[in-house]
């Protein structure tokens, strides 16, 4: 019987230095629902195309069904289980639930996700950039109207918060 070779990793999660042993073909999303009970980032399709899987590497909007384990090996990995602060949910949580822009839900971390990436970078984004932005997202329940209104409307309070 083959033995299963396992790489250590180690990886910053929502600010948290998680270190395991994990095998090279295992997905960060089987990492973080799995391993670390993190279940807010989402399976969808396993194809990366829907996006329910985005988590943020070091920054940047990924899937999280596109990569494995050991490439988040050294770097931070968000989730949308870090968004909110002292139990307080971010002003883009916070402008998701005011314009009702989840019906199911099963979209909502992945949009989420790239969408505080979309604002980290350009928190002065406009309609078109946001929906460019959300574009390797799927939902199949809003019509998307309402999570771009949310995401202005987090955008333009966090200006005005900054000013």
Do not use: W
Not at 42 to 62: F, K, M, P, R, W
Not at 125 to 147: F, H, M, W
């Amino acid at each position: 019987m083959d033995e299963m070779i396992e790489q250590a990793v180690t990886v910053t999660v929502n600010g948290i230095r998680q270190r395991a042993s994990v095998q090279p073909r295992q997905l960060l999303v089987h990492f973080l629902r799995n391993t670390l009970a993190l279940t807010g980032t989402h399976v969808g399709c396993d194809t990366a195309y829907c996006g329910a899987c985005t988590v943020q590497l070091d920054g940047q909007a990924v899937k999280s069904c596109n990569l494995f384990t050991v490439q988040a090996d050294g770097r931070r990995v968000d989730t949308v289980e870090g968004l909110a602060r002292g139990g307080e949910p971010s002003a883009l949580q916070a402008a998701f639930s005011r314009h009702h822009a989840l019906q199911c839900g099963y979209c909502t971390p992945g949009m989420l996700m790239s969408a505080t990436a979309l604002l980290q970078s350009n928190a002065a984004a406009s309609d078109p950039e946001v929906r460019k932005a959300l574009a390797g997202n799927v939902c199949r329940c809003t019509g998307y109207q309402t999570i771009v209104a949310a995401v202005l409307d987090a955008a333009a309070r966090m200006k005005r918060e900054a000013a």
